[in-house]
């Protein structure tokens, strides 16, 4: 079962939006030249609304589970990741729908168990923190590819290489999709941003590497609730594959009508990407394919 155990602070914005364009040296004269007036970076962005969508249905799918004990476990039976019925029962539907699913409020028996809902509390906080700042960068289309197919990834490793008898839930997978995603972004821009954006790298190094500690000591500790490393592992994989190739690629340009402003323009547009889009999405169905013939 899946379930994150840090998360990142919120930032209120990307690096790249304080990003200044390169200043020319000094001039080797006896007396420095005035220095150059700073610039504005603008860049075309929009609202988070897929961020805000997907928070939605994650809280509305929890909140009708909550309704009571038999609904919950209900849902995590019919939606859960579980290799004997995917690989078995041909059931793949579980692949996507356990992307949406979170930790019982309930115990097995009926009764509370509240300290769950921790659960869906640090993947949808981990998801708006990054959500309000990445989706603006990346747009909704590409934002939402990023999170579903990274998500999946997370989905089918877990499936192919966690227990048999497992059974996985959360958004985990596709969160650190997203994770992975901003990783590849700030790479691709790090001469840009500098020591923010190298900071922020670090930072992504940092909390992925504790993830993986703490869900390998859940494991070896027989908690009752562990974490799926799996999940995570390939969450973070398909975010950065995915990232690596239709993240936005800001070039800056000097603004003819404005001097004291640049302009941002994505040269890498996701619609040009298509081929590779499908390529992913075929090479997770490859996967389940050779899962079905040996695990099956």
């Known amino acids: 079962m899946n379930d994150d155990n840090l998360a990142p602070k919120p930032e209120r914005q990307h690096p790249l939006y304080n990003t200044q364009p390169p200043q020319p040296p000094t001039p080797p004269v006896e007396q420095a030249a005035p220095p150059t007036p700073r610039s504005r970076v603008v860049i075309g962005r929009v609202r988070p609304l897929v961020t805000y969508a997907l928070i939605l249905i994650n809280v509305a799918v929890f909140a009708l589970g909550s309704v009571s004990a038999e609904n919950s476990w209900s849902m995590l039976a019919w939606g859960g990741n579980q290799p004997q019925q995917i690989f078995q029962a041909g059931e793949f539907y579980r692949l996507f729908t356990a992307m949406f699913l979170h930790a019982s409020i309930y115990t097995p028996s009926g009764g509370w168990a509240l300290a769950n809902s921790a659960h869906i509390i640090f993947n949808m906080y ?90 390998l000591l859940s494991n070896v500790s027989g908690s009752q609730m562990q974490i799926d490393n799996w999940g995570h592992i390939g969450g973070a994989l398909g975010g950065v594959i995915l990232a690596w190739f239709i993240s936005p690629i800001y070039k800056l340009h000097q603004n003819p009508l404005d001097p004291s402003a640049v302009i941002a323009r994505d040269t890498n547009p996701w619609q040009e990407k298509l081929v590779v889009i499908g390529a992913f999405a075929v090479g997770l169905v490859v996967l389940l394919i050779i899962g079905a013939n040996t695990l099956g």
């Open 126 to 215: 981990i998801l708006y923190a990054v959500g309000v700042g990445l989706e603006p960068l990346f747009g909704h289309v590409r934002f939402a590819l990023v999170y579903l197919l990274g998500g999946l990834t997370g989905s089918v490793l877990s499936a192919l290489l966690g227990p048999w008898d497992g059974f996985s839930i959360g958004a985990s997978g596709a969160v650190f999709a997203i994770l992975g995603g901003e990783f590849i972004f700030l790479y691709h821009h790090r001469a840009m941003m500098g020591a923010a954006g190298a900071a922020r790298r670090r930072n992504l190094i940092n909390l992925a590497v504790i993830n993986l500690v703490f869900g």
